[in-house]
């Protein structure tokens, strides 16, 4: 049983920074790339950012600079640090990842920015 489960979610205000956590368990294997996603509400899933297995990482447009995914110390997870959060970054963020021809999903945790 694989299991992804997200953390660190929260409300701050706009210009403010949070990091956001990915946890796993169950694999025996390494994970192929893995993401960030999110979605807010009447909007839909939009890829944030992506890291792949040998470290390379891409961005949205609308988060880079602001946004960096970094693989943790522990095997199979991963992270979110967001810095100069705007009320527009407000959503549910997921964790994803790809093992052959499966795909994972966290549960989400709710990130809310005020203005």
């Known amino acids: 049983q694989v299991q992804l489960v997200e953390s660190g979610g929260g409300l701050v205000r706009a210009g403010g920074s949070l990091r956001l956590y990915c946890a796993s368990s169950?694999?025996?294997?390494?994970?192929?790339?893995m993401c960030w996603y999110r979605q807010a509400p009447g909007k839909q899933r939009e890829l944030v950012a992506a890291?792949?297995?040998?470290?390379?990482?891409d961005y949205a447009n609308s988060v880079k600079g602001r946004f960096t995914i970094s693989r943790g110390n522990v095997k199979n997870t991963i992270n979110l640090q967001m810095n100069s959060l705007k009320p527009e970054d407000t959503a549910v963020y997921y964790c994803?990842?790809?093992?052959?021809?499966?795909?994972?999903w966290g549960q989400g945790t709710q990130v809310t920015v005020s203005s």
């Open positions: 890291i792949s297995e040998d470290g390379n990482t």
């Open positions: 169950g694999s025996a294997f390494n994970f192929g790339a």
């Open positions: 994803n990842a790809v093992l052959c021809s499966m795909s994972f």
